[in-house]
Structures are given as structure tokens and as C-alpha cells.
């Protein structure tokens, strides 16, 4: 079987070219198998890319545990790109994910700019604000200069499995730094549910961070830092809360491809 590898600031991600719809989609075990680092091509996530009418194309992603995932923005990008390099776009997208439609572009640099679903609001819980920008997303504000030593492992494993999000399907859990300068970016790292470990960086989570942050005085379009690079999210707030138009935008980048024996 063929397969691209492809990542986004460091979100990684076998990609497969399903428009004949031939890749066993039920075969858990295989989509784990092919995302383990050492016995497989090693990923955070699985996405076939698949024909749809109406619909340039459709993108069906599995988190690295085997499972279908919700929306996945990096993946989302990585996915443009690739239908890009596939023939199948040329520099816009239409395409139908977990959460919905999608748009997209991709600029003369490789910048891939993904319209993310409109978010209605945000909620204060114990564990911090949580949203969903297409996946579930906890946003923890550290104090300054706390994020690089903080234990993102044990304590975003500890929310996504605790009690309260346990019982409703999980959630992932980003930590952030606030800028000191204006104009400097906030810094994420992510604890991604479904991968059970802390990714380079998250989209649906830089999105949740960018939208959360808006509340403590982030002006559109948010500059944000993570561990495998810079990603900005622009967006509307709306007079009740809401946020419209919100774009995450960045870079998606083809790794390799090779063929691997089912
Ligand atoms: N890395 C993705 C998020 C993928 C889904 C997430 N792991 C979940 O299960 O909610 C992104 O870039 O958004």
C-alpha cells in the first residue's frame, strides 16, 4: 500500500489516497500498527483522503490509538497539501471533515489558511476553559515562565482521563504561557487525546488556546509558539461570545512517501 507522510508544525501523519476506498477503514489494529514509531511509519494520526460528491474531497482521520478521531486542523492542512500534490486542487479546498464543511487555500509560500468551524462559546470548569473547535479542548493559563518545566505528560493525562471528562469521551488539555511583549506569541504545548501523549503541537488546540486567549485581551489574528512551530489563528468575535471566521493557518509539509505490505 502507498502511503505520504506528511506534518504540520510538527503533528505528524500517514496519509493515504483513498479515492478508490480500498484501505480496510474498520481495521483498527492496522491504523495503530501504521502510526507506531517503532514497528510502523510512526504518526500522531491516520487520514484517508476520499472522494465525495459535492465535496472536493473528504478527509477521515484515526488518531495514533486506532480509533476515529474528531476534527484534526494540522491534519486538516496536511490534508489540503496533499490533495494539492495529488492533483486533485490546485490553491482552494472544499472539503467535508468529522466536524462539517471545510475551505481552504493554500498561498504561493505553502501557508495552508483552514476555515475551522464557528465556536458558540467557552466554558470555566474546574479543570480551566474548555471549548471545541471541532475537537474538545481545555485551555490552563500558567503563570510566566512556567511552561517549558511544567509536567504537561502527567497533568493532561490526569484531566483527560479524570472523572468529569472520562465519562464524556475524553478531552485534550493545552497549557499556555501568555506573551510578556505584545506582538509576541503565546506558547502551547498539548496534551492530544487519542495519541495519549504530549504532540508537537495540536490545531484544534491552538484554535481553543487563540479563542480563549481573545477573552484575556488577544487581538485577531493570534500568533502562537509550539513545540514544532509557529501556527496563527484569526477570527470574528461576535457580539454574543461567539467566534466566526476563525482560520488556522500555517505550514503542511510533505516528509516522504514509500509502500508498506498489509
Ligand atoms: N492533532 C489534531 C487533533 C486531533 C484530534 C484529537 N487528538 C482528539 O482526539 O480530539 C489537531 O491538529 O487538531
Not at 486542487?89 to 501557508?111: C, N, S, W
Request: charge should be negative; glycine fraction near 12%.
Amino acid at each position: 500500500m502507498r502511503f505520504h507522510k506528511y506534518q504540520g508544525t510538527g503533528n505528524d501523519f500517514v496519509m493515504i489516497d483513498d479515492r478508490a476506498r480500498t484501505f480496510p477503514a474498520d481495521d483498527y489494529a492496522l491504523v495503530r500498527r501504521l502510526c507506531e514509531r517503532r514497528r510502523g511509519i510512526g504518526a500522531d494520526g491516520l487520514i484517508l483522503l476520499r472522494t465525495l460528491p459535492g465535496y472536493d474531497f473528504e478527509m477521515v482521520y484515526y488518531n495514533a490509538d486506532g480509533y476515529l478521531g474528531s476534527m484534526c486542523g494540522n491534519g486538516g492542512r496536511c490534508t489540503v497539501a496533499f490533495a494539492q500534490q495529488l492533483g486533485v486542487i490546485q490553491d482552494k479546498a472544499h472539503f467535508l471533515a468529522a466536524d462539517g464543511p471545510h475551505e481552504a487555500t493554500v498561498d504561493a509560500d505553502g501557508t495552508v489558511r483552514l476555515r475551522m468551524m464557528d465556536v458558540a462559546g467557552q466554558q470555566e470548569v474546574p479543570d480551566g476553559i474548555f471549548l471545541n473547535t471541532g475537537s474538545p479542548h481545555i485551555v490552563r493559563f500558567l503563570p510566566a515562565s512556567s511552561l517549558a518545566e511544567h509536567n504537561v505528560y502527567a497533568e493532561g493525562r490526569a484531566i483527560r482521563f479524570g472523572e468529569f471528562f472520562n465519562a464524556r469521551g475524553g478531552t485534550n488539555v493545552n497549557f499556555v504561557e501568555e506573551p510578556q511583549v505584545s506582538g509576541q506569541p503565546w506558547q502551547v504545548r498539548t496534551y492530544e487525546r487519542g495519541v495519549e501523549d504530549e504532540t508537537h503541537s495540536c490545531g484544534t488546540g491552538v484554535t481553543a488556546v487563540a479563542l480563549a486567549a481573545a477573552r484575556r485581551g488577544a487581538a485577531s489574528p493570534v500568533p502562537l509558539r509550539t513545540i514544532g512551530g509557529d501556527l496563527s489563528v484569526s477570527f470574528r468575535q461576535q457580539p454574543d461570545g461567539s467566534f466566526t471566521e476563525v482560520y488556522l493557518n500555517g505550514p503542511a509539509e510533505f516528509v516522504f512517501a514509500g509502500d508498506i505490505q498489509l
